[in-house]
Structures are given as structure tokens and as C-alpha cells.
């Protein structure tokens, strides 16, 4: 009878060699990466030296007016030409004057104050120097008269006679504000 030959057993412990190399060259490499010691930090500019934040604080950035071109082109447009403006602005309508009624004035040394009636339905209220009514702000309050202002438009208004708009003094206010009926309901 004829016996197979099995081949020697050398690649088992070959790997297994290999194996037990590999795992020494990491446990080396392991134990240099704990023992070495943490790279030091950078120390921040303000602790470098007096000469860096000496230079530091003398820093001047350039003028603005060096990078205006820059602005002008913006960076996603495919041109980088400078945008035009398609249409100019329209320009803002001045605003609506307030329907108010100046009742009376009150001048202290602690301030000015004015009693003034607006509103629909009108209302009595006391404003101050500097106070808003109606989106226009109380500029000055005087003895006969009383100073209102929005964006560039300003209006004065006399003690006793209605601003741009009001109802006069006493006026009847027509039979929908009589009687609480709408537009609709008068006929």
C-alpha cells in the first residue's frame, strides 16, 4: 500500500509567525506613542512678547477706498461686471397728515406737555415733547401751537383750530359715527 505524503506543516506556522511579528511591532509602536510627551501648545499672540503685541496693536488696517473696485464686481456674477441698477428708486410720498386737534398746552419746568384729540373715533390724549402720534413725532411744543414731524415733513398746528384733515371743533361727525351703523347701512 502506498501512504499519501502529507506536506510538512511549515505555512501554518508561518502565519502564525508572521502574526507574532506583527503584533510586537505594534505593541512597540504602542508604548513610544504613550511614553512620548504631548507636543507643547503655541502660546497666544497677546503672550508671545512684548514685541509681537506691540506690532499687534500698531496694526492699521488700509483705507476702505482700496477695495472699492473689489466691491463693485461681484464675485458670483460670471461677468464680475459692476451691477446697474435697473430703475431708480421712486422716491417716498410724503406722509399723510395726522387728523388731530390741538385742546391745550401745559408748560412746566419738568416739561411740555399738549392735550390733542385724534383718532376715528376721536380720542382725547396728553403727549410730550419727543412722544408719536399717528406715525409723526411731537418735535416742540409752544404756548399757541405745537410742531409734528415725519421724515423730512413737518407741520405745525395752533391750539384750538384742527390739523391738516380734522374734523372741526364740535362738528357733527354724520349719522354713521352717530349711531354706529357702516357705509352700507345708511340710506
Same mark, same amino acid.
Given at each position: ?7 510538512? +506543516? ?30 507643547? +501648545? ?32 461681484? +464675485? ?31 408748560? +412746566? ?79
Amino acid at each position: 500500500m502506498k501512504r499519501k505524503l502529507r506536506p510538512p +506543516l511549515r505555512p501554518p506556522w508561518t502565519l502564525l509567525g508572521c502574526c507574532v511579528v506583527v503584533a510586537a511591532l505594534g505593541a512597540i509602536e504602542w508604548y513610544q506613542f504613550a511614553a512620548a510627551a504631548p507636543a507643547p +501648545l503655541a502660546p497666544p499672540p497677546a503672550a508671545a512678547g512684548p514685541a509681537a503685541a506691540a506690532e499687534l496693536a500698531s496694526f492699521v488696517p488700509p483705507p476702505t477706498e482700496r477695495f472699492a473696485e473689489i466691491a463693485q464686481r461681484p +464675485l458670483f456674477v460670471p461677468e464680475r461686471r459692476p451691477q446697474q441698477d435697473s430703475e431708480p428708486p421712486k422716491p417716498v410720498p410724503p406722509p399723510v397728515a395726522p387728523a388731530l386737534v390741538v385742546q391745550g398746552v401745559v408748560l +412746566l419746568p419738568e416739561g411740555r406737555y399738549a392735550v390733542i384729540q385724534h383718532g376715528n373715533p376721536p380720542k382725547l390724549e396728553a403727549v410730550a415733547e419727543g412722544a408719536t402720534v399717528e406715525g409723526w413725532r411731537v418735535v416742540h411744543i409752544e404756548a399757541h401751537r405745537i410742531a409734528i414731524s415725519a421724515g423730512t415733513a413737518t407741520l405745525e398746528v395752533a391750539v384750538g383750530k384742527p390739523g391738516k384733515d380734522a374734523p372741526p371743533r364740535g362738528a357733527p361727525q354724520g349719522p354713521a359715527a352717530r349711531h354706529g351703523f357702516t357705509a352700507a347701512g345708511e340710506d
